[in-house]
């Protein structure tokens, strides 16, 4: 989606550039087999492996490119192309920020992508895209010419009913409920299938489809009609997702799912226990945005007001270098268990991490077209 912030942001590149240190070209990198913290230098080059997944519960396999040819700090931003029957291309931007354990959320112009850097050079990515073409690809590329090698993990052993609770905060407000997923069919690392909820009172909502990848260390990435999860297998029979939503319902839950045959619609929603990181107050602290004009810095500030085992809720705004703040939106967070933090705010996705120092890297992303909006930010507390 195009909104008022990304379309201003844009305009405002050519002149933030020039006061910003200088954007590393393709030719300029040196290749490495793993990534520096906050160094997305190393992405830069031509990237090809294919995408397999589902789209509209279809199976979906197609050759795919990335070409990344300017990065900056965290900040790597190209084209992913596609190439289409007529022997034409379908080419989109793409921009992904890294984060210092080197997963990296990203965007395009109509989804979003996960991912890192495997210790044999070869790039992970977990696209996920709603709308009209909704689905979830996996790729493994690598820019040396070599074939890349093939996930090992099946996203077979997901297949059925997984039922627990759903715990989070919805447009500021605690929520809580009930969650299912049907898993029905997979092929490799993707699967596909079903899911429903339930909140407070109401009755179970229809089903609709959800499409999802498994990553080799276990890590989920799954779509559905209203947002985005990510999240991990606690072990072969317990899941734990962060649930994001933007727009009017804008929202971040955690899904406490197992393994079940039996649906669970009298069941009690249980409150989930995540690690004990304390985000009340104040953050502020410089960001980044990579065009393809150039670099765009700003300011943004985190306010946390409310919080509880792990969920929170408050406001986020942003204010580019030559201009004034933006409005603030309203974010809501939850906490994975290896400590990543979860938000959406009222049109963008957010993955963060509080790091030893105190720092609180966040890196932001929102598809939109003709570019996606990409964004790394470094927040201390204090405003």
């Given amino acids: ?27 300029d990198a040196t290749p490495a087999a793993t990534l ?137 407000e605690m929520t809580t409920g009930l969650w299912q997923i049907d898993i029905n069919d997979a092929t490799g690392p993707a699967f596909t299938g079903s899911r429903s909820y339930k909140v407070g009172d109401a009755d179970w909502s229809e089903a609709g489809l959800t499409e999802g990848l498994i990553s080799e260390d276990g890590h989920l990435y799954r779509i559905s009609s209203g947002g985005y999860s990510i999240g991990e297998m606690l072990d072969d029979d317990t899941m734990r997702l962060a649930y994001l939503e933007v727009g009017m319902d804008n929202a971040a839950l955690i899904l406490d799912l197992h393994r079940q045959s039996a649906n669970l619609a009298a069941a009690t929603p249980a409150v989930a226990r995540m690690p004990a990181i304390d985000l009340i107050g104040c953050w502020t602290g410089t960001g980044e945005q990579l065009t393809s004009a150039g670099v765009i810095a700003g300011t943004s500030e985190l306010t946390v007001t409310d919080g509880k085992d792990g969920f929170f809720t408050g406001a986020r705004r942003w204010k580019p270098e030559a201009g004034d703040w933006y409005p603030a939106e309203t974010v809501n967070i939850v906490i994975l268990p290896d400590g990543t933090l979860a938000m959406a705010d009222e049109d963008s996705y957010l993955l963060g991490r509080l790091l030893e120092d105190g720092t609180l890297e966040i890196a932001f992303a929102e598809p939109a077209s003709p570019e996606p909006t990409v964004i790394s930010m470094r927040l201390t507390r204090g405003c």
């Fill in 1 to 27: 989606m195009t909104t008022r912030r990304s379309l201003l942001l844009s305009s405002a590149a050519l002149a933030a550039a020039q006061a910003l240190p200088p954007v590393v070209r393709a030719q």
């Fill in 36 to 172: 520096a913290a906050a160094d997305a230098s190393v992405l830069l080059g031509e990237w090809k492996g294919d995408y397999v997944g589902y789209q509209r519960g279809e199976p979906f396999s197609h050759p795919v490119t990335f070409i990344f040819t300017d990065a900056h700090g965290a900040l790597v931003f190209g084209k992913q192309i596609i190439p289409l029957e007529d022997g034409a291309a379908a080419e989109e931007a793409a921009s992904l920020a890294l984060l210092s354990d080197g997963h990296f959320i990203g965007a395009d112009n109509d989804g979003l992508k996960f991912g890192n850097l495997l210790p044999d050079g070869s790039l992970n990515i977990f696209k996920l895209e709603a709308g009209l073409d909704d689905g979830a690809f996996f790729s493994i590329l690598r820019k040396d010419g070599q074939p890349a090698a093939e996930p090992t993990r099946d996203a077979a052993s997901l297949l059925g009913r997984w039922v627990g609770t759903l715990n989070g905060f919805q447009q500021g």
